[in-house]
């Protein structure tokens, strides 16, 4: 079956860093766009950062632009957020996506989450 494993998530003061790990099994990871969302308590869920499939582009929320990367390794069907600089307000539930889609269609044909991993700033 389908599988997404956060890992790497924890507790570190403002202005360290971490790096997530996303673990994936079960499907063609190579044809898949991969993001990393995060939610906080009382906040929206957030896109924070996607990775096309072969990995020639990405994207990142204005929020973590210059502190976070995001990067992936095909031949492992890992991807990984370099999170850098961080900051209280980055504190959420940071969870792994993967979406698939056929040509010319707008919505996935595949769309996988993971249960996520808890990242806490302190300040």
């Known amino acids: 079956q389908v599988q997404l494993v956060e890992s790497g998530g924890g507790l570190v003061q403002a202005g360290g860093s971490l790096r997530l790990s996303c673990a994936a099994s079960g499907f063609t990871f190579s044809s898949y766009a991969m993001s990393w969302y995060r939610q906080a308590p009382g906040k929206e869920r957030e896109l924070v950062a996607t990775i096309t499939s072969a990995g020639g582009s990405t994207n990142y929320a204005d929020s973590v632009k210059g502190r976070f990367t995001i990067s992936r390794d095909n031949a492992k069907n890992t991807v990984f957020l370099q999170m850098n600089s961080l900051k209280p307000e980055d504190t959420a539930v940071y969870v792994c996506?993967?979406?698939?889609?056929?040509?010319?269609?707008?919505?996935?044909?595949?769309?996988?989450w993971g249960q996520g991993t808890q990242v806490t700033v302190s300040s």
């Open positions: 996506n993967a979406k698939h889609y056929q040509l010319h269609v707008l919505e996935p044909e595949y769309d996988y």
